[in-house]
Every structure is written in C-alpha cells, then in structure tokens.
C-alpha cells in the first residue's frame, strides 16, 4: 500500500504508450464479441412546441463597444494660421494686445509634468487650465468671466490670458471641455483662432453648444470636432497624454470630469460636479466609477469649490420638482419661471408637470430657444406635441392665461436677460399682472445681488406673487456642498490636492476643511492664475518660485484690451469722479 496521496501527473501525449489493439473474436450470429446490434436513429421529441430541428449554433456575439470618440463628419476647413483673411470672416476680435510684462513659457525639464492654472483661480469664471509634458500641450476648459460693473467699465466680458502660448501653437494636441456653461466655453470663440486652431474634444451635448456659439462667431467648419463618450470606461492617448473623459452631475447635461496621464503624473480635474443620486435627465452619480479611476493612484486632484461655503448635501431634483408642482398648481392665473437656460432638468421638470395639469409651457429669451431646440434634437428634452411653445403674441392669445407656463431668461438680473426686461416693462408681449405667479428657480450668482436685488424691487411694483429660494426649495444647485466634497476627497485620496473654480475665500474653506480631515497642509496647494506646478518621475511635487504674470483681460466690442491699461483707469476715474 503505498501512502502517498498526490496524484501522478499524465504522461505528455508524445511519451504515452499506445493501447494494445483488441484482436477480433469469433463470430457470433453475425456479429463480432461485445458488438451491439445497429439500431435506427431515434428523432428526439420536443419538451413542448414544434418538433426540434437541428441548426448550427448560433455565435455568441458580444455588445457592441462604444468609442471613445467620434470625430466629427462635418467637413472642416481649419486655417492653417490667423490671415488677414481669416480674421475678417469673423464675428468676434481674436487678436489680443501686447503684454506689459514679458510672459514666457520656461522650459520644462525631461519627465516632468507641468500644470498652470490659466483662469479660474482669482473669481468665479474664466476657468481654463494648462498641462504639458515633453514637447506636447494639453487644455482643459476656455470659459468667460461676467463684466463686474465698475471694475471694467465698457467690456461686454473678460477672457483668459493665453499670450503666454502663443508661440507654442503647434505643440497644442488638444482642447478638452468638461460642460457647456459659459464659464467653460464662452471665450473659445476668442481663444480658439488665437491658439492656432487647436481641435476640441467633448460630450455631445457641450460639442453641440460650442456649435452654436462658433457659427454666430463665423467660426463654423473652421474647427475639427471630437465627441466622446463619458461612459466608455477607457483610456485613449493624444500625443503623450493618456486621458478618460467621466461623467459627473451638474446643471447641464453632459457635464464631465477628465483623468489625465503623462509617464510622471496622474492628474483627475473633477470639473463642476455635485453628488446626485436621483437626476432629472442625465446618469445617478457613479461612486464606483469614481473609485475605479481613483486605484489607479491619483497625483494631483483639482476640486471645485464654488459651493464650498454650503456645510450641507446639495438639494435633490426630486424635491425641486415637488415644489414647482405644487406652486404651479396653487397658481390662480399663469406661472412665469426664471430659470437658466442650460439647466434643461429644470425645463423638464416643467414640461412633465405642465402635461400632468394640461398647461403649456411658452419659451421665452433667445438662449432659452436655442438650448431647448438643442436638446430636442438630441434627444434629452422629452414632451408631447403640443406642449412646448415658442412665445409670441398669436400663442399668448390663443392660450388661456391659467394654462400659461413661461419660462425665461433673466433670473440673474442680466441686463438683456428676458425677466428683466419684463420687470422694465421692456418686453413686446409680457406685462405682469397682479394675479401672476413669478418663481425664481435659481440661486445667485456672486456678482449678481445688485442687480438681482433691482429687479425683484422693480417686479414687486406689479403686485404679483414672487416666490425665490428664501421662502420654498424651488432650486437645486449644480455645485456639491462642503458634504459632496468630503466624499470625494475620501474616495480619490490623491496625493496632492488643488482647490480651483472659486475665489481665494472659497478655495481657503475647501483647504481649511481638509486640513480638518488630516491632510497635511503643505499638500494642499493654494495657486495662482499663472502659478507653475511641477511633478517629476518620481511623481514628487515641485512648486515653481516662478509665476507667469497674467492680465485681466476683457472684450470691448470688436477689440480685446487690458483692464490694467491707462484707458481703462481713465473711464473708472471719469465713473467715480465725473468730469469738468
């Protein structure tokens, strides 16, 4: 008996001996020994149904796989530099004035990553951020910031300083867009042809929004398209860059984050986001996607922080929704929204309690049209025929006034903005009257309270009932709360973090709260508009002593000018002081 219990191993086929051969026995009754008698095939009989037959087996076929991307099938005419030719077919001034100190580029080091915030970092707008590796550049974002009034006398907005890349235009692989609000897209249309035309990479609805604005600019099949798929969940390359565009909730569908790779640097730029597990239109909040991009060890995490100065969760779209439904319900004659024009769940949220209550919704203000079309069109915005109508003066007449739904334009006090115009008595076919019902379905953008303020006094004057955020939860922001980041920043656990989209006091709350949560101070990085921050191959930071001195630039009608220049400083001393 033998005690050991392994298993012998098969000999290989080639060292097996062969079987002995059986050899053939007599005969008996015709057959050979141990030999059945053939019989007849019998056909198989179904369980149920119609007899089997026999087929080959179907192939076992596997989902088809997204792209990443799809390039656009637009044919596009990019110009190979910015001709005399070139500038005059366009709408908007692209050439940008001499600095007054000299901004250069440094020279970066072998296997060195570097980031340089562009905008976004001094206020709120105008967020545009920079990353090169080796010889290649890569752009995330081009956004506006608002004209503040007496700070920039004259300019219809302000722009990012880009004169800093200009003689870098061919090492430029790429613009990325995170989502189509005008803080991140609204100044490409000046920066696109000064950077040399560099193509431009986002999500379908954020592509069709750029679309829009490029062709008023005179832009239109100047520029190569990309559109990506946040749900593809993989990486593509563009020059040394590895990149993965993800999908995050905001007030605007399609809003993503990006995660971007160089042999020295992992580097996940969030966009603006907030934690929604019950939107309106879009995907619920992917913790796990989040997570998964985040084992890949994350360097650098840049974190919005707009909304950082709220301790709490940001409101659900549910409850939103449940409040306008019971306005719009208890409303004894016609309904008017301010809203935003990009925040297409809201519109929605309308649309649906409109044909629950058999009410129609009238669209008012030009951005508001072309966003509802858009999204239409897409495929996002769903109702009934019928439903949603452009205002004019035939519709208003032919739609009893307890059944009108408005939505405009013009919740931020902007001065061309619908509500607005409506609270001057500017509009062509809305006047307020005592009955209606006007909801401000936003919150206040900071900058915005002088302006916001007049027009809700002006309304007031009409005797109709206002309801705003104060009195019912009649807005969901599109920013997480300090809770939201908090999540975040325990999901990601990066290296390094970065507070960004905010002014220094919001950044400083983000920093201040982290420092709460064990993060050493030295690893949260308070930059600058033009600061450079630098990883090297051992993915270790190296915090640049230089600063490339960027302007506050702005657009004055047909022409780009610096707010710091002696014209400017003579109009804020001709507001304030007057003249002689």
């Known amino acids: 008996v033998t005690t050991n219990t392994e298993t012998k191993k098969p000999l290989p086929p080639h060292t097996q001996k ?18 059945l008698p053939i019989r007849p095939p019998v056909p198989k009989k179904p369980l149920m149904g119609k007899p089997m037959i026999n087929r080959p087996m179907k192939r076992l076929e596997l989902p088809v796989e997204k792209p990443t991307f799809v390039p656009d099938a637009t044919p596009t005419e990019v110009p190979s530099q910015l001709s005399p030719a070139v500038i005059k077919s366009l709408n908007v001034p692209v050439i940008f004035p001499k600095a007054f100190e000299p901004q250069i580029l440094p020279k970066i080091e072998q296997n060195v990553t570097r980031m340089i915030p562009i905008g976004g970092l001094r206020t709120v707008g105008a967020n545009m951020t920079m990353f ?44 990325f867009i995170t989502h189509g609000h005008l803080d991140h897209i609204g100044a490409l249309k000046n920066l696109i042809p000064a950077l040399g035309f560099p193509p431009i990479y986002g999500s379908p609805f954020t592509i069709a929004m750029i679309k829009k604005g490029f062709e008023e600019a005179g832009l239109k099949n100047k520029v190569q398209f990309f559109t990506i798929n946040p749900d593809a969940g993989k990486m593509a390359n563009i020059g040394v860059f590895k990149y993965e565009f993800f999908r995050v909730n905001h007030s605007i569908p399609d809003s993503c984050g990006v995660y971007i790779e160089t042999p020295s640097a992992r580097i996940m730029h969030m966009g603006d986001y907030k934690i929604e597990f019950f939107p309106r239109i879009d995907k619920p909040a992917n913790l796990a996607n989040y997570a998964r991009i985040a084992s890949r060890g994350i360097d650098i995490l840049l974190q919005e922080t707009t909304n950082s100065s709220r301790q709490e969760w940001t409101t659900s779209e549910t409850k939103v929704s449940g409040e306008l439904k019971q306005i719009i319900q208890d409303a004894p004659e016609r309904v008017i929204i ?221 022409s780009i000018g610096a707010l710091g220049c002696r014209s400017v400083k003579e109009r804020i001393q001709l507001g304030e002081e007057g003249v002689l």
Request: include cysteine; aromatic fraction near 4%.
């Open 18 to 35: 062969p079987r002995p051969q059986l050899k053939p026995t007599t005969p008996m009754n015709g057959l050979p020994r141990n030999t």
């Open 132 to 175: 090169e590796h080796g010889e290649d550049i890569l752009i995330v974002d081009g956004g506006l910031e608002f004209a503040r009034g007496g700070a920039s006398p004259g300019f219809n907005y302000l722009l990012p300083d880009i004169r800093f890349l200009q003689p870098h235009l061919k090492r430029i692989k790429a613009m």
């Open 338 to 558: 301010g809203n935003f024009s990009t925040l297409i769940s809201r519109i929605q949220d309308v649309v649906t309690i409109a044909e629950q209550l058999g009410r129609v919704v009238l669209i008012n203000g030009r951005s508001m049209v072309d966003c509802v079309a858009i999204t239409r069109e897409l495929g996002y915005l769903k109702c009934k025929e019928g439903t949603v109508k452009q205002l004019d003066q035939k519709t208003l007449e032919s739609v009893p006034e307890n059944k009108q739904i408005i939505i405009t334009t013009g919740a931020q006090g902007e001065e061309f903005g619908g509500l607005n115009n409506i609270s001057r008595g500017d509009h062509q076919t809305i006047s307020i009257k005592p009955r209606d019902t006007i909801v401000l379905s936003s919150s206040i953008i900071p900058g915005n309270e002088l302006a916001i303020s007049e027009m809700m006094n002006r309304l007031n004057r009409f005797g109709a009932k206002i309801i705003t955020i104060k009195e019912l939860e009649v807005h969901s922001g599109g920013h997480g709360g300090m809770a939201e980041q908090r999540v975040m920043l325990n999901l990601v656990q990066p290296k390094y973090l970065i507070p960004v989209h905010g002014d220094l006091t919001m950044r400083l709350t983000l920093k201040r709260e982290a420092i709460k949560m064990g993060w050493d101070p030295k690893n949260v990085l308070m930059l600058e508009d033009g600061s450079i921050v630098e990883l090297n191959e051992k993915h270790d930071l190296i915090f640049s002593q230089k600063k490339i001195p960027l302007e506050a630039l702005g657009v004055d009608g047909m």
